[in-house]
């Protein structure tokens, strides 16, 4: 049954994407309708709620597993050529602002949770861009691998 690990590495690496990229592009959204709320109402602290679990339960254990996965298939199945893969160059950059995104959106949440949040909904919209533009890059480069 596992006689090929390189391939369930590569799925549970692909799964965690996904979790991860699903909770990055929720989370905004749930911030833009947080935003329209007054801080200490019951529905204020019903978003809190949602974007603690989000965020703790869902989006930073796949990030973590996202990364974890994806390091063993550059090391340990040696998958890419440093020398001539550009497409990886420009594709690990991109998961690092993607990192950083999440972290952005980390900090974000403890403001909310602490009532001191003081960006818009549109702030929010527009931030929700980025992990989606992040997402149709570093797929593209994935699949297609241009260069």
Partial sequence: ????????????HIISVI????AMLYLPRIFV??????????????????????AYYIMTPAMIASWFFGLILIFYFDVINFSSDVWFH?????????SACHGILLKKLRLFNNNKNINSPKYF?????????????????VIVKPF
């Fill in 125 to 141: 919209k527009y931030l929700n861009e980025i992990p989606t533009i992040l997402m149709v890059i570093i797929v593209l480069l």
């Fill in 90 to 98: 420009i594709k690990f950059l991109m998961v690092i602002i993607l």
């Fill in 1 to 12: 049954m596992f006689d090929n690990p390189y391939l369930y590495i590569k799925s549970f």
């Fill in 33 to 54: 309708y947080h935003a329209k709320v007054k801080p200490d109402i019951e529905t204020s602290e019903i978003f809190k709620t949602m974007e603690y679990r989000l």
């Fill in 19 to 22: 979790s991860w990229l699903s």
